[in-house]
């Protein structure tokens, strides 16, 4: 079985190394890149091919929401799952807005719930 390939963008570096340590604790998933803003996810995201991007919410210059809907507009998309500190119910807005897979609050992400995601996003 292939690995599902990973891009994890986040302007704040504990988050990053927090993202990362769940997809490699999480059996077929790896990290593929890690960048800092929406405009690095495009390019990332069009270098690397990543099948699922975890887009922070909140990020320096175009918004993680304006990234996941240029990222969703182009040839052959990745799955984008949403990560912030908002709740779910804000959670929902930002996925009603964006068109992305799904919402997880960074502090109930962890392998389980990244296994959940990709399943759904797939169904």
């Known amino acids: 079985m292939a690995l599902v390939r990973v891009l994890v963008v986040d302007d704040q570096a504990p988050f990053r190394r927090a993202m990362r340590s769940v997809v490699e604790e999480t059996d077929g ?3 593929v890149g890690e960048v800092e803003s929406g405009e690095d996810s495009l390019e990332a995201a069009a270098r690397l091919s990543p ?3 975890l887009m922070d919410v909140n990020l320096p210059g175009i ?3 304006e990234a996941t809907r240029r990222l969703l507009a182009g040839d052959a998309p990745p799955v984008v799952l949403l990560l912030s ?3 779910d119910e804000a959670g929902e807005g930002f996925v009603a807005e964006s068109g992305a897979a799904g919402y997880v609050t960074k502090s109930a992400f ?3 719930r990244l296994e959940d995601a ?3 996003a797939r169904a």
């Open 29 to 31: 998933f790896e990290v």
């Open 63 to 65: 918004d993680g929401l």
């Open 110 to 112: 962890g392998p389980d």
């Open 85 to 87: 500190t908002y709740d």
């Open 51 to 53: 099948d699922l991007v």
């Open 118 to 120: 990709w399943s759904a």
